[in-house]
């Protein structure tokens, strides 16, 4: 079983849409979880971090967090083609400075 | 401020070369990682310095060698690479949040082709 784990996808939205990218993690342990955006030939980009149970916004994504259900999630809301790439969700344990990311969730934002 | 530079951004070298990437970072974050990244998947940690001194080592082979000479620089020396060893090279750096979470920002990266 994958410690990590995203649909590859590619999800196809409609420019203006709602995106929802989705991530599942195996280690209850995990304690700190992000989101990064990866244009292709690029280097990741962090997005979006959460910490605890809940949602947090920040302008146009907002991650949200079920550590019951280990369960992960980033919504983008009036999605742009400019949001077209590869989102990768990556968890941080306990006693380590490492991540764990899942395998990336390809989007498409069609205008 | 969340910048980590690279260079050089592209390196093409033989299978009997030696070369080196070079990773800096002048934020006063107190770890720096070394990643792997291969077309299509995800980045695969390889070193990870905290307080410059090298904390984990995910099997790595040894013609991959780390340096980290001060708490803003960080190397990667590269000896006698196979083929397989093309990939992009990403250097992130972490620092602690306001909740005591440490959150990683990544470096361009270095892409590289060993020919």
């Known amino acids: 079983q994958k410690e990590v784990e995203q649909n590859s996808g590619p999800l196809s939205v409609p420019e203006g849409a709602i995106a929802s990218l989705n991530c599942t993690y195996s280690?209850?342990?995990?304690?700190?979880f992000f989101w990064y955006r990866q244009y292709s030939g690029k280097s990741p980009e962090l997005i979006m971090f959460i910490y605890s149970n809940g949602d947090k916004e920040d302008g146009r994504f907002t991650a949200q967090l079920n550590k019951a259900s280990q369960y992960v999630s980033l919504l983008i809301r009036d999605s742009q083609p400019s949001d077209s790439a590869t989102y990768l969700c990556?968890?941080?344990?306990?006693?380590?400075?490492?991540?764990?990311f899942g395998s990336g969730t390809r989007l498409q934002v069609q205008p | 401020d969340t910048e980590v530079t690279q260079t050089p951004k592209h390196l093409v070298m033989g299978m009997t070369n030696k070369k080196s990437l070079k990773c800096e970072q002048h934020m006063g974050h107190r770890a720096m990682y070394w990643y792997k990244q291969k077309a299509k998947k995800p980045p695969e940690l390889m070193f990870v310095y905290s307080y410059e001194k090298l904390s984990i080592n995910e099997s790595v082979p040894s013609r991959f060698s780390p340096e980290c000479p001060n708490s803003s620089l960080l190397n990667l020396h590269l000896h006698a690479l196979q083929p397989e060893d093309s990939a992009l090279y990403l250097c992130?750096?972490?620092?602690?949040?306001?909740?005591?979470?440490?959150?990683?920002?990544f470096g361009p990266g270095t892409r590289l082709l060993v020919l």
């Open positions: 990556a968890v941080g344990g306990t006693g380590r400075r490492a991540l764990t």
């Open positions: 992130a750096s972490s620092q602690v949040e306001a909740g005591g979470q440490e959150t990683q920002y």
């Open positions: 280690d209850r342990g995990s304690q700190s």
